[in-house]
């Protein structure tokens, strides 16, 4: 009968375990064949108004965003850990976010050169982790 239960309770923890990690990597693969089907939309930032005072607070997402994929690992994240990022962004400035979507705001990041793609996984470019320090000195030189 113990047997039984370790067994049953094993299959369970695997279970509750591989769902999760397939319905991201699930996700992950529909956003990057969505992002190959769109068209890529203008960007309505640029990185200069990153440093702005008047327009860094429409970058928190997209640095929050960056920061997330630079704290994962080597080979990237899955793109779809990103969207609760987009999601807030979104509802907090909708008319800077008004007719676009997810996959328009990842290629706005990737045409910045900030992330590139490997695979389902969205990893950091040199650039990105040039942007994150710079933006990071700015910051720190604007508090003083």
């Avoid at 990041?109 to 900030?114: A, F, G, K, V």
């Amino acid at each position: 009968m113990p047997v039984l239960i370790l067994a049953i309770a094993s299959f369970l923890a695997v279970t509750a375990i591989l769902v999760p990690l397939i319905a991201v990597t699930l996700e992950s693969r529909a956003i990057r064949h969505n992002r190959d089907l769109q068209l890529a939309q203008p960007p309505l930032l640029s990185i200069s108004e990153a440093f702005d005072p008047v327009y860094s607070v429409l970058w928190q997402a997209p640095i929050a965003a960056l920061e997330l994929i630079d704290s994962g690992s080597t080979s990237g994240m899955p793109a779809a850990r990103l969207r609760p990022i987009y999601e807030q962004a979104a509802a907090r400035f909708p008319e800077i976010y008004e007719g676009g979507g997810f996959v328009p705001w990842l290629q706005f990041l990737e045409e910045t050169q900030l992330i590139s793609w490997h695979g389902c996984n969205v990893v950091l470019t040199p650039e990105g982790h040039a942007f994150l320090r710079f933006r990071f000195v700015t910051d720190a030189m604007v508090e003083v």
